[in-house]
DNA sequence: ACTGATTTGAAAGTAGTTTTCATTGGAGAT
DNA sequence: ATCTCCAATGAAAACTACTTTCAAATCAGT
């Protein structure tokens, strides 16, 4: 059974002696209502319309801290900005070189022979990223 | 039939009313000659050995260079520093997350796989990266 | 409400590039 | 061989995307 997000920081938060405050809830609350991969100036902007006091800073430590709980994970496409996904939303991507957008893909075939090649030599694999750059079906007809 | 890279690079400096200098020789003979990912930082350094007035502006713009000509590719692996590879030398990577060791596979099946993945959302593929994290044979054994 | 630790937000610091600019140097014309 | 002009170089400054610091504000157990 999953649990919500907001249940699993608050145990997070009271067992490590931190504190629930409006803040946090609102960048929590903001992060998991979206459905994409965020940067954290998008995921400020969100929230600033919540409460516009609320700083680029607070959000960065608040995804570090939802990081540090499991609830998200941070990723580096390319270079440039990270992008912050929720947990157990984890895809493989293809990744359109002119409009940017993201095409999500999953392939058990794929995991298998990752897992085949890593047993030849003894590997223990703990989190992979596949992504493949290229033109998306829309941006090919321009 | 592959060529030289000096040559590939003389060829398309010429094209472009550039100039052929003996920082640019030095620079990419040594990056050439090196069997790995290199950092920029790890290339000067090789560099400084024969000629110590080079410095890290012009190896960074040499990279560039061959980037731009097809003879090397940019990776960021994680976060951090980018590493420099040769054109051609293109495999996946599984990288040890303690050692940080990198371990080079290749499969053709994983290649079909996603070539038929594209195919399916009608995705012109450009590149790939696929890499794996784990801990490796050497690491697990301490 | 009081107290003391935790959070917050602004600002400063950091890492890794990337750009600027004055000077140097390569190469075709003389 | 020298001139001349434009590209290349290296040092320093600028830039980007975080990450840390610190004084003031906030939370939560007495």
Do not use: W
């Not at 430590?61 to 540090?68: A, C, D, W």
């Amino acid at each position: 059974m999953v649990q919500e997000p907001l249940e699993v920081l608050n145990r997070y938060l009271t067992e490590h002696g931190m504190k629930h405050t409006r803040q946090r809830e609102i960048i929590v609350e903001e992060f998991f209502k979206s459905n994409k991969h965020l940067q954290i100036e998008e995921l400020l902007n969100q929230v600033k319309k919540v409460e516009p006091s609320i700083g680029y800073v607070t959000v960065y430590r608040t995804l570090m801290l939802l990081k540090e709980c499991g609830l998200a994970h941070q990723r580096h496409f390319g270079e440039g900005k990270s992008l912050f996904e929720k947990a157990g939303d984890h895809h493989d991507h293809m990744i359109c070189i002119k409009c940017g957008s993201i095409h999500e893909f999953e392939d058990d075939r794929i995991e298998k022979l990752q897992d085949q090649i890593a047993k030849r030599i003894n590997f223990k694999i703990v989190s992979h990223r596949h992504e493949v750059y290229g033109c998306c079906s829309r941006c090919q007809n321009e």
